[in-house]
């Protein structure tokens, strides 16, 4: 098993709609999570922090649910310019210093 | 302040050549994470430096290496070069005065292409 796993999609949604990526990890004793989005061609940029109690910024929301070890991104209100490969990152602490690992991506298209 | 910058943008190397990547964290970052991301699959944890020393390494062969300087710039080096090479490599620092936060930043990348 992978330890973090992404559905590589291509997730194809209409503008507007409302889109939801899962990212599940395999260590239970992982710390730290986000969300990045990447860009054909481009570097990935950080999105959001991923809190035990959701956090929300504008049309996203971060999720992490420790219990099933899974993260989750939902996009409300999709605007063209979302279309991207969202990535998670998933971090576990250890001997001082931070194993990060990234899932592969989901990929966004969002249609006109 | 300026973002984390890397050189060169594109490099073109034959097998069994050596590639030589550059990165500058922002200024007053001291950790260098570089990653790999070939064609088809996510970003791959290479190396970490912190104040000069390595401290942590992902699963690649030897022939990956790489060092950090006083100014904490850092240098990977790639010897031998194999086709599967062929890859976007990035480097990312950490916030200012908090090595050890998790959050990362990037740089544009090298796109490394192996002939």
């Known amino acids: 098993r992978k330890e973090v796993e992404q559905d590589p999609g291509p997730f194809n949604v209409p503008e507007g709609a409302t889109v939801a990526f899962n990212c599940t990890y395999s260590?239970?004793?992982?710390?730290?999570f986000f969300w990045y989005r990447q860009d054909c061609r481009k570097e990935p940029k950080l999105l959001m922090s991923v809190y035990s109690s959701g956090n929300e910024d504008g049309r996203f929301t971060a999720q992490l649910n420790r219990a099933s070890q899974y993260i989750s991104l939902l996009i409300r209100d999709s605007k063209l310019s979302d279309s991207a490969t969202y990535l998670c990152?998933?971090?576990?602490?250890?001997?001082?210093?931070?194993?990060?690992?990234f899932g592969t991506g989901t990929k966004l298209q969002v249609i006109p | 302040e300026a973002g984390v910058t890397q050189s060169p943008t594109h490099l073109i190397k034959t097998r069994g050549q050596q590639a030589t990547l550059r990165c500058s964290p922002i200024?007053?970052?001291?950790?260098v994470y570089w990653y790999q991301q070939a064609l088809g699959l996510g970003l791959q944890f290479l190396l970490w430096y912190d104040e000069g020393e390595e401290r942590n390494r992902g699963n690649f062969p030897p022939r990956f290496s790489g060092r950090q300087f006083p100014n904490y710039s850092s240098e990977l080096n790639v010897n031998a070069l194999e086709l599967e090479d062929s890859a976007l490599y990035l480097c990312?620092?950490?916030?200012?005065?908090?090595?050890?936060?998790?959050?990362?930043?990037f740089g544009p990348g090298t796109r490394l292409t192996v002939l």
């Open positions: 990152v998933v971090i576990l602490h250890s001997g001082g210093y931070q194993k990060v690992t």
């Open positions: 260590n239970s004793a992982s710390q730290s």
């Open positions: 200024s007053g970052h001291t950790s």
């Open positions: 990312a620092t950490p916030p200012a005065g908090r090595p050890g936060t998790d959050t990362q930043y």
